[in-house]
């Protein structure tokens, strides 16, 4: 039955794609949700984006398009456990920072930071859908954020955020930009350092995120400036020299929204890379956050805007979307033939063998403690928790909408306290939402750690008695607030407790760089156990107006 439904839902899918007619213009941010930092390179006409992913595996997302609009996720950079084991203990937001993706000669390179372990370095392949390579460390690269150029000679630099000149106490939050040339297919640093610049002005702050462009024969360096916060901010310098000086521009920073107040629909814009289209037109990614009454829930997101690069008194100055110079919510579309991709699969009925490109992990799974069989999702309770730096069984998808509903069917049964499994909201350790099945009861949980500081002490928000074997979890967000429910239908759930505070997984009160998300977990709590859960389907659906939670009975 499964099946058929499965093959009912592709042919609509296919057929609403076929159908599907190109409008004139197109919807920020183009990739919603945790997708930061994006970095993007053009092969032919077909473009290629990665983003950073923190703690969480597979790491480094890689989608593609052939109109800068539509994305469909092909792989991860990081795909395999033994590629990069991300250690117990690997603090949240630490891990896999700022990557670079760029193409030469045939293959794909990607260059990152491994913050928390072993710094920066490079995977290869010729196919980004992947396999990619085994990293290659980088010695003697300190600092983040760095990127790979080729100049007209083949010969390829790497550019990168840190001070190296020991300037770096100055004045605070003062960093820079410096650059090398490398190998980049032995990861290997070449001749001497140079720093390159400390930001476009006095006393700027948290220089990062370097991109280095030919255009026109000048060279153009783009960064991120002023912390991914509200003062973060676009800036760029230029050059006649591959080597320098590079002088900041006199339109810097060419894009910010740090001007306009919290209050704006769209903040803390930055960190952008640029491609040219194979029609010769200019557009830049760049990551940026949406508020909902003074919260941001959805972490940092991509966005697109146009760029029309100029001849000006500084050199080769990019201007960003004409006429307006700020990211826009819609605006008209890149000149490029529309190309819809299969939409992401809302109900996750588990009838294939490997999980799909959505779910992810905390950290990297030492060994395969889950299985798809017989439709269903098979999870292994072990005796981590979502509240400790580990791996936990936690398989989880990014949230993507201000209001939406997430739901699974749970088939589980213990008599043991410590044993539980159900649904999680998670952001970091500290804060979460558990709402889980145990012994004889089903339990919400909230854990909200203040300040990201002193003991995580997870609070019983409320329980009911329930013994049943089979029962389904729901959780329905709209914008700042949660409500859970269960039941044995999912036409006919009850509520747990009272409306919750989505806020505790907010940037204002988790802080720091990752998202959040939502999936299915299970646990037996410092104990060893032999015990399974089973879950017969994920359902994450974006809801445009949730009825008022009040009224949920």
């Known amino acids: 039955m499964k099946n058929i439904h499965l093959i009912v839902v592709l042919i609509l899918a296919t057929f609403n794609i076929i159908a599907q007619e190109a409008p004139q213009r197109f919807k920020n941010p183009i990739l919603s949700g945790f997708y930061p930092d994006p970095s993007i390179c053009r092969v032919g006409d077909t473009y290629y984006m990665v983003n950073s992913s923190f703690e969480w595996y597979p790491g480094l997302p890689i989608h593609k398009s052939k109109d800068l609009v539509n994305w469909e996720k092909i792989g991860y950079g990081l795909h395999r456990p033994d590629q990069i084991i991300y250690k117990d203990g690997l603090d949240n937001s630490h891990g896999i920072f700022a990557p670079s993706i760029r193409y030469h000669k045939g293959t794909f390179y990607i260059i990152t930071t491994m913050v928390g372990q072993e710094g920066n370095f490079i995977i290869t392949a010729k196919n980004p859908a992947g396999p990619w390579s085994d990293p290659m460390w980088i010695k003697d690269a300190p600092g983040i954020d760095p990127s790979l150029f080729w100049e007209d000679d083949g010969r390829c630099y790497y550019t990168g955020a840190g001070i190296i000149d020991g300037s770096s106490k100055e004045w605070p939050g003062k960093n820079g930009i410096w650059m090398q040339e490398i190998d980049p297919d032995e990861g290997r640093l070449l001749g001497e350092k140079k720093q390159l610049t400390y930001g476009h002005a006095s006393n700027a702050r948290w220089a990062e995120g370097p991109h280095l462009f030919k255009i026109d024969g000048e060279y153009l360096l783009l960064i991120g400036e002023g912390g991914t916060g509200e003062y973060h901010a676009v800036t760029v310098f230029n050059s006649k020299h591959l080597w320098g000086p590079y002088l900041p521009n006199h339109a810097n920073p060419v894009m910010t929204h740090r001007h306009l107040g919290k209050t704006h629909p769209i903040g803390q814009t930055g960190h952008a890379d640029l491609v040219q289209t194979q029609s010769g037109d200019w557009w830049s990614v760049m990551l940026a956050k949406r508020q909902v009454d003074g919260y941001v829930t959805l972490a940092r997101e991509t966005f697109l805007a146009q760029v029309i690069m100029t001849h000006q008194e500084s050199g080769i100055t990019p201007i960003f979307n004409p006429g307006v110079g700020l990211l826009q919510e819609e605006q008209e579309r890149p000149k490029l033939p529309w190309t819809a991709v299969p939409p992401l699969v809302e109900k996750d009925e588990f009838e294939k063998t490997n999980l799909g490109l959505e779910w992810n992990f905390l950290r990297t799974p030492r060994y395969q403690w889950y299985k798809q069989q017989h439709g269903k999702l098979e999870i292994d309770l072990r005796p981590e928790m979502v509240t400790e730096l580990k791996n936990p069984s936690y398989i989880a998808q ?71 074997k089979e029962v389904i979890l729901e959780a329905r967000v709209q914008n700042l607030t949660v409500q859970f429910l269960y039941g044995e239908n999912i036409k006919n759930l009850k509520t747990i407790g009272q409306i919750q505070d989505y806020t505790i997984v907010s940037d204002e009160l988790a802080q720091k760089f990752n998202g959040v998300y939502v999936g299915m977990y299970a646990t037996s709590s410092g104990l060893e156990s032999k015990n399974k859960a089973l879950f017969d389907w994920f359902w994450y659906k974006p809801e445009n107006a949730l009825k008022n939670l009040s009224q949920t009975k």
């Open 398 to 468: 990014r949230t993507r909408h201000h209001d939406y509903k997430a739901s699974t069917k749970l088939t589980f049964k213990t008599r043991k306290d410590n044993e539980k499994a159900g649904l999680v909201i998670y952001r970091r350790h500290g804060n979460n939402y558990q709402l889980l099945k145990q012994k004889n009861e089903i339990v919400l949980i909230k854990v909200f750690q203040k300040d990201n500081k002193g003991p995580i002490k997870p609070q019983i928000i409320a329980s009911v008695p329930y013994t049943n």
